[in-house]
């Protein structure tokens, strides 16, 4: 009898696995994820984990609108299988293209979305721009993220001056809209989708050394002095634009910082997997 009830409880946990879906960065590819997708199969057997295959390689400099709009039909699909809910995750560039895709389909069934060292307020740093764009000075780097042209690649899409607010405000397309720094027919909306989440999980940390500010991952950023404003002292969070504080006061928002860890070690680095993200993957 008490192997039978061993055998029913283990069987039970195995089916009571919500399914994942991951995302993953930029200038990479859904491969690039098969480690974080192997070991939750190990540790949690017989979840479904379904790791997007799109936007791979060039095509992640692809305008993140566009993106959000392609991706969305996988979403659905997904969301639509499994209407007792499912986890998100993304990471880096993935992470907020995971965001914003929950925010444009506010009929969504996740339940937890993971954060993985993305650039949920922004980016602006050197080594980051660096890597896609070797011939593009820091300072004047605006000048072509904030045009007509810039707008078509992801980085422009947020890439966040804070030397530059006014030009930001005026010409990006995608981050002011989607953090409801800017208003629009879907702020109410992005908010809604953001809130009824069970929790919302942002990790990142200050060795990251590519997301810049490191603290973007966690919705901190530059002031207008260059100085970085944890959230909870910035407008998004004050006035709730997206719904931080209400998740925060209902302790659905979950802020981890993990010290030495470099960037591209986040989807690597299976001991990030086991402490900090099979809690919520139930």
């Known amino acids: 009898m008490n192997s039978i009830f061993i ?21 990479t590819g859904f491969e ?25 390689g060039w095509s992640s400099l692809d305008n ?5 709009q392609q991706i969305s ?34 009929n969504h069934t996740i339940h937890n979305f993971i954060s993985l060292s993305g650039p949920q307020a922004g ?20 000048e072509l993220f904030y045009s007509r042209v810039g707008q078509h690649t992801s980085v422009g899409n947020y890439w966040n001056d804070p030397y530059h607010t006014k030009l930001y405000m005026e010409y990006s397309k995608y981050l002011p809209y989607v953090n ?9 909306q992005f908010k809604y ?12 940390g200050p060795d990251d050394n590519v997301i810049t500010p490191w603290q973007s991952s966690q919705f901190g950023y530059y002031d207008s002095n260059g100085t970085v404003v944890n959230f909870m002292e910035r407008d998004i969070f004050k006035d709730d634009k997206i719904g931080l504080k209400t998740l925060y006061q209902k302790k659905k928002l979950k802020i981890i910082t993990v010290p030495g860890v470099d960037h591209y070690q986040w989807h690597l680095n299976m001991s990030i997997v086991d402490n900090y993200i099979l809690q919520y993957l139930d």
């Not at 989708?193 to 990142?204: C, D, F």
């Open 7 to 27: 055998f029913v409880i283990f069987i039970t946990k195995i089916l009571c696995y919500k399914p994942v879906i991951l995302l993953h960065g930029i200038w």
């Open 73 to 106: 039909d996988d979403f659905t699909n997904y969301t639509n299988m499994h209407l007792d809910g499912l986890h998100l995750l993304g990471y880096s560039q993935g992470a907020l293209l995971a965001r914003t895709i929950l925010q444009a389909n506010p």
């Open 180 to 188: 409801n720094e800017l208003p629009s027919n879907s702020s109410q």
């Open 32 to 56: 690039s994820m098969d480690l974080i997708k192997a070991r939750i199969e190990e540790k949690h057997p017989g979840t479904i984990v379904y790791n997007i295959d799109r936007f791979n």
């Open 123 to 142: 980016q602006y740093g050197t080594q980051f721009l660096h890597l896609y764009f070797p011939g593009l000075a820091l300072e004047t780097a605006y």
């Open 64 to 68: 993140m609108n566009y993106q959000v």
């Open 193 to 204: 989708a953001l809130t009824k989440l069970r929790n919302m999980v942002l990790i990142g």
